[in-house]
């Protein structure tokens, strides 16, 4: 099964991507890690990502989509994955589409994880107290959540017209959640 995972910072998604993939056997790949590690890892890549995810701003999508695309040449994703974080922009979901028409790989389901702003906001400034992420303090969280609404948002019609959206509710205790991502995906 090939999975794409949806939803707002701090929906949950990443959490849920996790469990999902050790339940079900799918490799999961998510962006934000990956750049995360670039970064500590002081690459080409990470050293042209850090300020853009620093300030809360979306990397440029010919980085992120040659990442990805270098996973797809690989075959990481020939044996049934969750993306998590990507795609992230119309021209990415694209930029997906095309790779996989020519790999032969098919999407399967599109998962948007539903979460109010307030909820949100709560987690995130929770988050930030718990792990200390750089990029979870008030003034970025507020950025990324207004970047996802103008940048990402855009993308749950994209795959609501390709016919492979699912929503679920992402509020709740994470097992509720995860339950009903467990009854979706059956
Ligand atoms: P995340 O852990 O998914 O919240 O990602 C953390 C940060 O990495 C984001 O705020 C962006 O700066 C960057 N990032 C992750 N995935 C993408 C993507 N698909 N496109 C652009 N930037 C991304």
Redesign the pocket.
């Known amino acids: 099964m090939n999975l794409v995972f949806l939803g707002p ?1 701090g929906s949950g998604k ?1 959490t849920q991507a996790i469990r999902l993939a050790e339940k079900s056997g799918l490799v999961h790949l ?3 890690d990956m ?1 995360r590690a670039a970064v500590s890892g002081k690459t080409e890549l990470g050293q042209k990502a850090e300020g ?2 620093t300030r ?4 440029p999508d010919e980085l ?1 989509i040659a990442m990805i695309e270098e996973l797809v040449k690989a075959g990481r994703l020939d044996g049934g994955f969750i993306l998590d ?5 119309i021209p ?1 979901a694209e930029a997906l589409k095309d790779m996989f028409a020519k790999h032969g790989t098919r999407l399967d389901m599109t998962i948007l994880i539903q979460v109010a702003d307030e909820e949100i906001h709560a987690r995130l400034r929770k988050r930030a107290d718990i792990e200390g992420r750089s ?1 979870d303090n008030d003034e970025v969280v507020r950025h ?1 959540l207004e970047v996802y609404r103008e940048q990402t948002a855009p993308i749950v019609e994209f795959y609501e017209k390709e016919g492979i959206l699912t929503e679920i509710e992402g509020e709740g205790t994470p097992d509720e959640v995860f339950e009903r991502l467990v009854t979706a995906t059956a």
């Open positions: 910072p990443g998510s962006t934000g750049l853009y995810m809360g701003e979306l990397v992120i974080g990507f795609p992230r922009t990415q990029d990324r």
